[in-house]
């Protein structure tokens, strides 16, 4: 089985900065896409910022220019600095990574149990 472990997650003021992580461990052969997504109370899950195996990143357009994602693939983790942080931006944030099993089912996409950004004004 593949495991996710979260976090950074925390209580900023508007303007600050965060870095959350995500490290992905257990039967993993090889990781393709991480991504974050973030849920805000009442909300529906929505798209934060994605990077691939090769490098290719992706973000939502309310983050673009604030949010950087990164990983290190020796070690399997996922990076999310935070930069010029709203108020806005509270919810709690899940990593998902999706790759190949050393085990069957060879395919897994899992998530993460989320970790809480909260963003004072």
């Known amino acids: 089985q593949v495991q996710l472990v979260e976090s950074g997650g925390g209580l900023v003021q508007a303007g600050g900065s965060l870095r959350l992580s995500c490290a992905a461990s257990?039967?993993?052969?090889?990781?393709?896409?991480m991504a974050w997504y973030r849920q805000a109370p009442g909300k529906q899950r929505e798209f934060v910022a994605y990077?691939?195996?090769?490098?290719?990143?992706n973000y939502g357009d309310s983050v673009k220019g604030r949010f950087t994602i990164s990983r290190d693939n020796a070690k399997n983790i996922a990076f999310l600095q935070m930069n010029n942080l709203k108020p806005e931006d509270t919810a709690v944030y899940y990593c998902?990574?999706?790759?190949?099993?050393?085990?069957?089912?060879?395919?897994?996409?899992?998530w993460g149990q989320g970790t809480l950004v909260t963003v004072s004004s």
């Open positions: 998902n990574v999706n790759g190949l099993s050393t085990t069957l089912p060879r395919a897994f996409d899992v």
């Open positions: 257990g039967t993993i052969f090889s990781v393709s896409d």
């Open positions: 990077v691939t195996s090769g490098g290719t990143r």
